[in-house]
């Protein structure tokens, strides 16, 4: 199966522009049709979905390029390409965590506000009675 920009494009969520720069930046591969026409294979679409996701890792478009050239060469790089992604898991995981602390946070948050609201204790939020508190 074959897709046009447009179709990858729809296929995986993302803009037609996004498909054209990756290709433009040598990170995801494709053929030319015989109108010089962009034309994806699945390939392309795994590649696009490992794009996607060294993406949402926060991953810049340099340091993927230099894994997609890591992949291009081989496997006389493979423990470099596996050293890149135990690298790029680590800072995942502790963004993970950054994002659970965040959300306990939060949970504790809104359960104090709930205990505001319901009357089960005095809002000691509201900076207009207490001057200098700092809200918390």
Request: charged letters at 30%; glycine letters at 4%.
């Amino acid at each position: 199966m074959t897709y046009t920009v447009k179709e990858l494009a729809e296929k995986m969520g993302v803009t037609q522009h996004t498909v054209r720069y990756y290709t433009d930046q040598g990170l995801l591969p494709c053929k030319r049709d015989k109108n010089n026409h962009r034309v994806f294979d699945e390939e392309s679409v795994n590649w696009l979905e490992g794009i996607q996701c060294l993406r949402r890792c926060g991953i810049s478009i340099d340091d993927i390029r230099a894994y997609c050239n890591l992949c291009y060469e081989g496997d006389s790089r493979l423990s470099d390409r596996y050293q890149f992604i135990l690298d790029q898991r680590e800072l995942a995981y502790q963004r993970l965590r950054e994002v659970q602390e965040t959300v306990e946070y939060m949970e504790r948050k809104v359960r104090h506000y709930e205990d505001i609201l319901s009357r089960a204790i005095p809002d000691d939020t509201n900076l207009a009675q207490k001057k200098n508190t700092p809200c918390y």
